[in-house]
């Protein structure tokens, strides 16, 4: 198969495009910057005519983008999209319903939650890890740990918490918001936000908010809300169980955010995807993953990619990784903060046992979540 591979800047795309051509497809990395997510002209001609030229048999890309729909529509070929963002504000693009697509997102209440509103081409298909490689790179390479807790995410403070800016909303939306934040945070595998945020509640929040995605594009108001919030739920989590972690461990984190200064923990500033990170994944005793709460029942890339190059993975509970784990055994996840130090104070003391969960974890990295397992669902070979 032909596949014009689209390339916006992901980190996945050497790993996919490898994996691609082993398999035996003819793939052409194609990259230009779109103006805008839902009108660019100048875009769609440039792509139209490559498409002309070259005689693709599909187009494919991580995350969902409208105007590769549209083209793809007009060449009545298929349109293949792994959405690894969350949340990713283009699946709300009318464009979703358009019959040459295959989109699949790694979260089973996302799938359910487009399915449910008629969007039929809409497929759940978790996120994948290039174990070869990360098995060629790191064979025999790690004589010691050089980390005994690592954690590599972002803070998101800064510009990307928007739920900081809207600190002028009346007291009594706050109050409400300010509530369920708390709540939130102290509680897995439960989202407790539509259970407040209802539609009279947005509406309300509306008033002094704007969240209109433009033409082209569903009312997505209450999710952008949500998200939002959910941003903001994940951003005190984090900082709470790193400081939590960080006054009883050594707990070293990678990250481009800003640290607040009375964090106790030893900053490395960021690492890059390719190959500084599954080193850190592989050289930590413990990494911990403490998921985007957007990320409503899916397992996120982190946790695959930690399981991929080895590392033993300490996590926050999420719904899914019941269906494809035993905790303990290849995993091993907490559901509160005494939970998790717990844990951390349990796995660093027996080095056997930890060394055993890592090993299964990869196998089973290998097993259900490669490339070379995945790629052949998502193409259709």
Not at 163 to 178: A, N, R, S, T, V
Request: a negative charge; one cysteine or more.
């Amino acid at each position: 198969m032909k596949i014009l591979y689209y390339h916006w800047g992901e980190n996945s795309r050497d790993d996919c495009v490898e994996t691609m051509e082993r398999l035996g497809h003819s793939v052409h990395v194609w990259s230009m910057t779109m103006g805008n997510y839902a009108s660019d002209p100048v875009f769609l001609e440039t792509l139209d005519k490559k498409l002309r030229k070259e005689g693709y048999d599909i187009i494919f890309s991580f995350d969902y983008f409208p105007l590769l729909s549209v083209s793809a529509l007009d060449h009545k070929m298929p349109y293949i999209s792994w959405v690894y963002d969350s949340p990713h504000l283009p699946l709300e693009s009318e464009t979703l319903r358009n019959p040459v697509n295959r989109v699949f997102v790694f979260d089973y209440a996302l799938a359910a939650h487009y399915i449910s509103e008629g969007f039929e081409r809409v497929e759940y298909m978790p996120l994948p890890v290039n174990v070869k490689r990360l098995d060629a790179m790191l064979s025999g390479n790690r004589s010691s740990y050089s980390h005994e807790i690592s954690f590599v995410g972002s803070l998101y403070t800064g510009e990307y918490n928007f739920y900081d800016q809207i600190g002028y909303l009346p007291d009594f939306i706050k109050g409400m918001l300010d509530g369920v934040i708390d709540a939130q945070e102290r509680v897995y595998g439960v989202d407790l936000l539509p259970f407040v945020m209802t539609d009279s509640f947005c509406d309300e929040m509306g008033k002094y908010v704007k969240a209109d995605l433009g033409p082209g594009f569903r009312n997505a108001r209450n999710r952008i809300f949500m998200n939002m919030v959910r941003k903001k739920v994940t951003e005190n989590e984090r900082k709470r169980l790193l400081t939590l972690a960080g006054e009883k461990f050594n707990l070293d984190l990678y990250s481009g955010s800003k640290l607040d200064g009375k964090m106790p923990v030893r900053y490395m500033g960021t690492v890059d995807y390719m190959r500084g990170m599954p080193r850190v994944f592989s050289e930590s005793r413990i990494n911990l993953n403490i998921t985007l709460r957007s990320i409503l029942t899916g397992i996120p890339l982190r946790v695959v990619d930690i399981m991929g190059a080895g590392g033993f993975c300490l996590t926050n509970f999420q719904q899914e990784m019941a269906e494809y784990f035993e905790n303990g055994r290849e995993i091993v996840w907490f559901d509160s903060a005494e939970d998790m130090l717990d844990r951390m104070a349990y796995y660093l003391s027996h080095d056997s046992e930890r060394e055993e969960i890592a090993r299964a974890g990869h196998e089973a990295a290998a097993r259900m979540f490669s490339y070379d397992v995945l790629l052949p669902k998502v193409l259709g070979d």
